[in-house]
């Protein structure tokens, strides 16, 4: 740790002391302002050319408030990857862009899902909240995602990364954090456009992926379609559970994935559908390596039409209306008799959202947004399960969400002030308050951030509840600083330190002494309060070189108590299969016009897991030593006219990948994907003559 | 740990080799200009005078600039004359402009011209406690655009009247 901070300290010094004052050259200029009113001069564009950098720090951040803000204004902390990153990165699926994010890490949950851990706390069901074009994507049934070959990047604008909690507006599937994916639009597709990816390890094929999107803007109507469908495996390495049964993964962890998006919008009137499909085949299960290979479905249909009207400049209306149906964990086949604890599993979860909301600005330093936000959760088991807490087939719970923010420009600092109050049928209520103080000083700027946030038990949580007892809504309490820096006009840096603190974290508890109780697991408000504590870096460089991008990410528990699930007897700094360092570094070189060659490294540091049990059948606690993996893209911008293509090679010293579970519950580490060398096409054909690559 | 040590030191070779020159942002100061010969325009002495003198304080582009603009318009009224100043000659001139190098001075300046009935300009944002009348800025939300802070208060103090051209288009600010 000592080294990774002085290594910290001394970049930050090194350009630091590279700061001599060195004023930008004025813009050459011939024209002619001599005559301009006041008024005009006002009205008059800005002739000032943005770099690329500033671009990005001026951009408008949607996620992290009700009314889109400046990243260095926004009161939340944020990174952004945008278009250019994403593909000069060579990213294969979703998981290679989380790299990009600081304090986010892999664990693997059970059945070969593998979802989020953020800041040191195992962070899957309702703590972080995925959206694709507003929409929320987390399954309605156990509020959780699933990573590997899924949700596609391949028409992605921009995503935003809200490292902290957003319940103030989203309500208990946000807790601590918020990553919110913005695909093109039709004006920006303007065309029909194809990509395939096909990665191979030693063993065995990783990725095949085609997509297709189309999309355009004719006068006040847009339109766009975006498709994918592909397949992957988890990994082709041997998985070896908890009682050292074997099998090999190559041919036994295949993800099969299907994307459909389609966007449409006429003037101030939008619609939105999302239908998405991941099919994956498991063997690890629970109790440990299956005898054979079952499937395991996610399937997800979202749909979205939404109103916006702008009365006047200062006041805006806003209504939506949404449905999500959710068919998560979806278990088919008969299971062998040895695997007799497996059964077939199917619900249908539906969401049904209405949210209105007003957007005043009544001085020029004051705006205002309130609104009221209602969801009716309807879940049914249409085979003949029943819900364990109820024992009824389907299930009903109404939250309504009044909620604020006051965005005040003040003489000293801007100040975000925001609440929303959930009142739910299912788990009473939740009150969450969010404060927000930005400032900017030359080049520096400020962030000093307070929120609360809340996970709401979700519909399975509540049925799985230990003893059948009513869930307590997880509530956490976040402060956060950040100082950010231009450096110059081409490179930025942020660093920011968090304090978290949750109580009544809703846990799956299992217990051991099963014979005294014939419902013996479920889910539970932990005792102990637990949190972390840590500092996130982040450094951007991008100019005509290419881009630079650094961030390092560092938690502690040991001012915390923490739940026994996650608890790490041998370091009580750390959390149970979460690392406590994570670097990414990542340079994309351009040379020449259209060639481009992207190295980047990645870093886990030192975890801990279960692998094994001993004869007695208690948990044996291994270490994982630092884990880096180097990779390498390189890629044309145009191969021929309208085509681009890439190559890469990731994971370049086949190190071994594993995701461990980051609470105790048996699950062995599962292995990750080895060497891969993977190929990109993409070919655009546009509408209008003039290309984007011209 | 090896690796790490290597990872390590390759980064800081990289980002040694990569352009590290800061900078500060620069206003348009062509545009700068002509804002300020149209502060001159909009705004009243009194007693109305005949000629201006714009005095700057400092090394600023926009001298040169202002020169020129005030060359092209020179069969205007009031005659304007615009010449670099010593911050102990700022009592001396009816228009000051504090360029953004010498705003550390400008506790100075406010004794200097308290109350006095000077249009005070400065090159940088919230000087208006310093008894400044219209401080530029560089409105990054709004595309690196040059805006600018009028202290109406501070005009007042000075006697001067601003019309509402400037009014309304400012970042009114106490």
Same mark, same amino acid.
């Given at each position: 740790?000592?080294?990774?901070?002085?290594?910290?300290?001394?970049?930050?010094?090194?350009?630091?002391?590279?700061?001599?004052?060195?004023?930008?050259?004025?813009?050459?200029?011939?024209?002619?302002?001599?005559?301009?009113?006041?008024?005009?001069?006002?009205?008059?564009?800005?002739?000032?050319?943005?770099?690329?950098?500033?671009?990005?720090?001026?951009?408008?951040?949607?996620?992290?408030?009700?009314?889109?803000?400046?990243?260095?204004?926004?009161?939340?902390?944020?990174?952004?990857?945008?278009?250019?990153?994403?593909?000069?990165?060579?990213?294969?699926?979703?998981?290679?862009?989380?790299?990009?994010?600081?304090?986010?890490?892999?664990?693997?949950?059970?059945?070969?899902?593998?979802?989020?851990?953020?800041?040191?706390?195992?962070?899957?069901?309702?703590?972080?909240?995925?959206?694709?074009?507003?929409?929320?994507?987390?399954?309605?049934?156990?509020?959780?995602?699933?990573?590997?070959?899924?949700?596609?990047?391949?028409?992605?604008?921009?995503?935003?990364?809200?490292?902290?909690?957003?319940?103030?507006?989203?309500?208990?599937?946000?807790?601590?954090?918020?990553?919110?994916?913005?695909?093109?639009?039709?004006?920006?597709?303007?065309?029909?456009?194809?990509?395939?990816?096909?990665?191979?390890?030693?063993?065995?094929?990783?990725?095949?992926?085609?997509?297709?999107?189309?999309?355009?803007?004719?006068?006040?109507?847009?339109?766009?379609?975006?498709?994918?469908?592909?397949?992957?495996?988890?990994?082709?390495?041997?998985?070896?559970?908890?009682?050292?049964?074997?099998?090999?993964?190559?041919?036994?962890?295949?993800?099969?994935?299907?994307?459909?998006?389609?966007?449409?919008?006429?003037?101030?009137?939008?619609?939105?559908?999302?239908?998405?499909?991941?099919?994956?085949?498991?063997?690890?299960?629970?109790?440990?390596?299956?005898?054979?290979?079952?499937?395991?479905?996610?399937?997800?249909?979202?749909?979205?039409?939404?109103?916006?009207?702008?009365?006047?400049?200062?006041?805006?209306?806003?209504?939506?209306?949404?449905?999500?149906?959710?068919?998560?964990?979806?278990?088919?086949?008969?299971?062998?008799?040895?695997?007799?604890?497996?059964?077939?599993?199917?619900?249908?979860?539906?969401?049904?959202?209405?949210?209105?909301?007003?957007?005043?600005?009544?001085?020029?330093?004051?705006?205002?947004?309130?609104?009221?936000?209602?969801?009716?959760?309807?879940?049914?088991?249409?085979?003949?399960?029943?819900?364990?807490?109820?024992?009824?087939?389907?299930?009903?719970?109404?939250?309504?969400?009044?909620?604020?923010?006051?965005?005040?420009?003040?003489?000293?600092?801007?100040?975000?002030?925001?609440?929303?109050?959930?009142?739910?049928?299912?788990?009473?209520?939740?009150?969450?308050?969010?404060?927000?103080?930005?400032?900017?000083?030359?080049?520096?700027?400020?962030?000093?951030?307070?929120?609360?946030?809340?996970?709401?038990?979700?519909?399975?949580?509540?049925?799985?509840?230990?003893?059948?007892?009513?869930?307590?809504?997880?509530?956490?309490?976040?402060?956060?600083?950040?100082?950010?820096?231009?450096?110059?006009?081409?490179?930025?840096?942020?660093?920011?330190? &968090?304090?978290?603190?949750?109580?009544?974290?809703?846990?799956?508890?299992?217990?051991?002494?099963?014979?005294?109780?014939?419902?013996?697991?479920?889910?539970?408000?932990?005792?102990?309060?637990?949190?972390?504590?840590?500092?996130?870096?982040?450094?951007?460089?991008?100019?005509?070189?290419?881009?630079?991008?650094?961030?390092?990410?560092?938690?502690?528990?040991?001012?915390?108590?923490?739940?026994?699930?996650?608890?790490?007897?041998?370091?009580?700094?750390?959390?149970?299969?979460?690392?406590?360092?994570?670097?990414?570094?990542?340079?994309?070189?351009?040379?020449?016009?259209?060639?481009?060659?992207?190295?980047?490294?990645?870093?886990?540091?030192?975890?801990?897991?279960?692998?094994?049990?001993?004869?007695?059948?208690?948990?044996?606690?291994?270490? &994982?030593?630092?884990?880096?993996?180097?990779?390498?893209?390189?890629?044309?911008?145009?191969?021929?006219?309208?085509?681009?293509?890439?190559?890469?090679?990731?994971?370049?010293?086949?190190?071994?990948?594993?995701?461990?579970?980051?609470?105790?519950?048996?699950?062995?580490?599962?292995?990750?994907?080895?060497?891969?060398?993977?190929?990109?096409?993409?070919?655009?054909?546009?509408?209008?003559?003039?290309?984007?690559?011209? | 740990?090896?690796?790490?040590?290597?990872?390590?030191?390759?980064?800081?070779?990289?980002?040694?080799?990569?352009?590290?020159?800061?900078?500060?942002?620069?206003?348009?100061?062509?545009?700068?200009?002509?804002?300020?010969?149209?502060?001159?325009?909009?705004?009243?002495?009194?007693?109305?005078?005949?000629?201006?003198?714009?005095?700057?304080?400092?090394?600023?582009?926009?001298?040169?600039?202002?020169?020129?603009?005030?060359?092209?318009?020179?069969?205007?009224?009031?005659?304007?004359?615009?010449?670099?100043?010593?911050?102990?000659?700022?009592?001396?001139?009816?228009?000051?402009?504090?360029?953004?190098?010498?705003?550390?001075?400008?506790?100075?300046?406010?004794?200097?011209?308290?109350?006095?009935?000077?249009?005070?300009?400065?090159?940088?944002?919230?000087?208006?406690? &310093?008894?400044?009348?219209?401080? &530029?800025?560089?409105?990054?939300?709004?595309?690196?655009?040059?805006?600018?802070?009028?202290?109406?208060?501070?005009?007042?103090?000075?006697?001067?009247?601003?019309?509402?051209?400037?009014?309304?288009?400012?970042?009114?600010?106490?």
């Amino acid at each position: 740790m000592n080294r990774i901070f002085i290594f910290l300290m001394s970049l930050l010094l090194v350009h630091v002391s590279f700061g001599q004052e060195n004023e930008t050259k004025p813009a050459l200029d011939t024209a002619d302002l001599s005559n301009l009113s006041i008024e005009e001069l006002s009205k008059l564009k800005s002739r000032y050319v943005a770099t690329d950098m500033e671009k990005s720090i001026i951009q408008a951040i949607g996620a992290a408030s009700h009314k889109p803000l400046p990243l260095r204004k926004t009161p939340s902390i944020v990174s952004v990857i945008m278009e250019d990153e994403i593909e000069k990165s060579g990213a294969r699926d979703f998981i290679d862009l989380l790299k990009l994010i600081p304090g986010v890490e892999l664990n693997v949950d059970v059945e070969g899902v593998v979802a989020l851990s953020f800041r040191g706390m195992w962070a899957n069901e309702g703590n972080i909240l995925l959206q694709i074009d507003g929409q929320e994507v987390n399954e309605t049934a156990f509020a959780g995602l699933q990573f590997g070959n899924h949700y596609p990047i391949t028409q992605i604008k921009k995503i935003e990364i809200i490292r902290g909690p957003g319940s103030a507006i989203y309500g208990g599937f946000a807790e601590y954090a918020v990553i919110n994916v913005v695909t093109k639009c039709g004006k920006e597709i303007d065309g029909i456009t194809g990509n395939l990816l096909a990665g191979q390890t030693g063993n065995g094929f990783a990725h095949q992926n085609v997509s297709v999107a189309a999309g355009r803007k004719v006068n006040d109507f847009s339109y766009s379609i975006h498709a994918l469908a592909g397949r992957g495996q988890r990994s082709t390495d041997i998985y070896r559970d908890v009682h050292d049964k074997t099998y090999d993964m190559n041919g036994n962890s295949s993800i099969r994935n299907g994307f459909l998006d389609v966007k449409l919008a006429y003037n101030n009137l939008s619609f939105l559908f999302i239908y998405d499909n991941y099919a994956t085949e498991i063997r690890d299960g629970y109790v440990g390596a299956l005898t054979k290979t079952y499937p395991c479905n996610f399937t997800s249909y979202m749909s979205e039409v939404k109103y916006k009207k702008e009365w006047s400049p200062k006041f805006q209306f806003q209504t939506k209306l949404s449905w999500k149906r959710t068919l998560p964990w979806e278990f088919e086949g008969q299971p062998a008799p040895i695997d007799s604890s497996y059964g077939h599993y199917k619900i249908i979860a539906d969401r049904y959202r209405a949210n209105v909301n007003v957007s005043w600005d009544p001085v020029s330093w004051l705006n205002g947004v309130a609104g009221v936000e209602g969801l009716l959760d309807n879940a049914y088991k249409p085979d003949g399960q029943l819900f364990k807490a109820d024992s009824t087939a389907r299930v009903n719970y109404f939250n309504y969400a009044p909620f604020i923010q006051l965005l005040m420009k003040t003489r000293f600092a801007n100040v975000t002030l925001g609440a929303r109050y959930d009142v739910s049928s299912a788990f009473g209520s939740a009150f969450n308050p969010r404060l927000g103080i930005t400032r900017k000083f030359g080049r520096f700027n400020f962030k000093l951030l307070y929120a609360a946030s809340f996970r709401a038990p979700s519909i399975e949580d509540i049925q799985y509840s230990l003893n059948k007892v009513m869930l307590n809504p997880e509530q956490s309490k976040t402060l956060e600083f950040e100082t950010s820096v231009k450096l110059t006009k081409d490179m930025f840096l942020s660093v920011n330190i &968090f304090d978290v603190t949750t109580k009544n974290a809703i846990r799956y508890f299992v217990r051991m002494d099963s014979s005294n109780n014939g419902d013996p697991n479920g889910y539970r408000n932990t005792r102990n309060v637990i949190g972390s504590q840590g500092v996130e870096f982040e450094y951007k460089y991008k100019s005509s070189f290419g881009f630079i991008n650094f961030l390092y990410s560092y938690y502690t528990i040991g001012n915390k108590k923490c739940d026994s699930a996650n608890a790490v007897v041998a370091n009580r700094n750390s959390t149970l299969g979460i690392a406590q360092s994570k670097f990414t570094f990542m340079a994309s070189i351009n040379a020449g016009k259209y060639l481009f060659i992207t190295p980047s490294v990645n870093f886990l540091g030192k975890r801990y897991g279960y692998t094994h049990v001993d004869g007695l059948g208690n948990a044996i606690l291994s270490v &994982f030593q630092p884990q880096m993996t180097f990779n390498l893209y390189a890629g044309c911008e145009r191969l021929l006219k309208n085509a681009s293509f890439g190559v890469g090679v990731n994971n370049i010293t086949d190190e071994r990948i594993v995701y461990l579970q980051a609470y105790n519950s048996m699950h062995a580490p599962l292995p990750g994907l080895g060497r891969e060398f993977y190929l990109k096409l993409n070919y655009n054909f546009p509408f209008h003559s003039k290309s984007k690559s011209d | 740990m090896n690796k790490t040590r290597f990872f390590f030191f390759i980064v800081l070779v990289v980002l040694g080799l990569v352009p590290t020159k800061s900078y500060s942002q620069n206003f348009d100061y062509k545009e700068n200009a002509v804002y300020v010969y149209n502060f001159v325009k909009y705004t009243n002495w009194a007693p109305r005078k005949s000629s201006i003198q714009i005095g700057i304080i400092g090394n600023s582009p926009v001298e040169d600039a202002l020169k020129n603009l005030v060359a092209q318009k020179r069969n205007g009224s009031p005659t304007l004359s615009v010449r670099n100043i010593s911050v102990n000659e700022s009592k001396n001139v009816d228009v000051l402009i504090v360029s953004k190098s010498e705003t550390d001075q400008i506790k100075k300046i406010a004794a200097i011209t308290a109350n006095l009935p000077i249009l005070v300009i400065a090159e940088k944002e919230n000087m208006s406690r &310093f008894g400044v009348c219209i401080s &530029f800025f560089i409105d990054e939300d709004n595309n690196y655009k040059t805006q600018y802070q009028l202290s109406l208060r501070n005009c007042k103090q000075r006697k001067l009247s601003v019309s509402e051209q400037i009014q309304n288009n400012a970042v009114l600010i106490r």
